[in-house]
């Protein structure tokens, strides 16, 4: 397949279209001639008269955008507090991982910018942003603690609510609390900027997924183009050497069996060595989900390989993540 993409081009498309119909959510980024652009992420949106974006949490209504969630007053989200160490794709390069008695409030956003088919927490799609409440970034800023080590705004993906994040963000600066971020790295990328300026000044650090090196499999995969990920990744290496300790810029990859092997590993350590090879990637093993539940668990010598790769491709700080699920 990957040898062949034009062949299998309208059937993945089938597929994504129709895993985005169970949820009234548009099959790819609307684009309109005539439409509104939305410039809150890098799908930049297009959607025409009563038509929503690609993440479901804008609309169009009388020529003007109404926003459902997202905002500074709503975010569509859950949190809890997560006990120290926890499963973190940054814990063994950041002083959380011995951080025992406190916690990380894990904010995750239930919205996205991809449409991943083989997504871990897929289960997001299920809340509307029209019926359910939500919390306000003061609100959500107010549930820290003299406990809370750090906020991570994960999901879904902060890049579709990057209003709402960056609102608490600005709230939590104020406080001893680490500001991270998890991120397929589509938000815009003045966001990108304030959301680093954010974890620089606190210690925290921003964690790009980069789920795969070549363009046509990143769209078989999650629907949507690496391009603008690819920039923004540029971006964000480009002030890694801001900081050394913590490091500031991360990245990690999901290693999916069939699709994500050593030659795409060694592509995206590649990629990421160009810019500075001392930035920490972390390799994370799959569970079957969603539109994937078929495949099996990454092995652990599709581990171990995609490891050597990475080193191969110039990194010098690499990672096996999940390990319990090899």
Known sequence: MKGNFAAVRSGIRAIHTSSRARFELPPEPPDHRDGIVCNLCANQCKPAEGEKGFCGLREVRNKRFVHFAGTADKGLLQWYRDPLPTNCVADWVCEGHTGTGNHNLAVFYESCTMNCLFCQNWHFRKSSPEGKEGISAEDLAALATPATFCVCFFGGDPSSQMVHALSASKRFAGMPVRICWETNGLMNPDYLDKAIDYSLKTGGCIKFDLKAFDD??????????????????????????????????????????????????????????????????????????????????????????????????????????NKHLL
């Open 216 to 321: 046509e499999l990143n769209k078989t995969l999650t629907g949507i183009s690496n391009k603008a990920v690819k920039e923004n990744f540029k971006r964000a290496a480009g002030r890694s050497t801001e900081r050394d300790n913590p490091p500031l810029v991360l990245a990690s990859t999901l290693l999916v069996p069939g699709y994500i092997d050593r030659d795409q590993v060694y592509k995206i350590a590649g990629f990421i060595a160009s810019l500075n090879p001392e930035i920490p990637y972390s390799l994370l093993a799959f569970a079957p989900q969603f539109y994937m539940s078929d495949l099996p668990y990454t092995s652990a010598r599709h581990a171990r390989e995609a490891e050597a790769a990475a080193y191969e491709a110039g990194l010098s700080n690499v990672r096996i993540g």
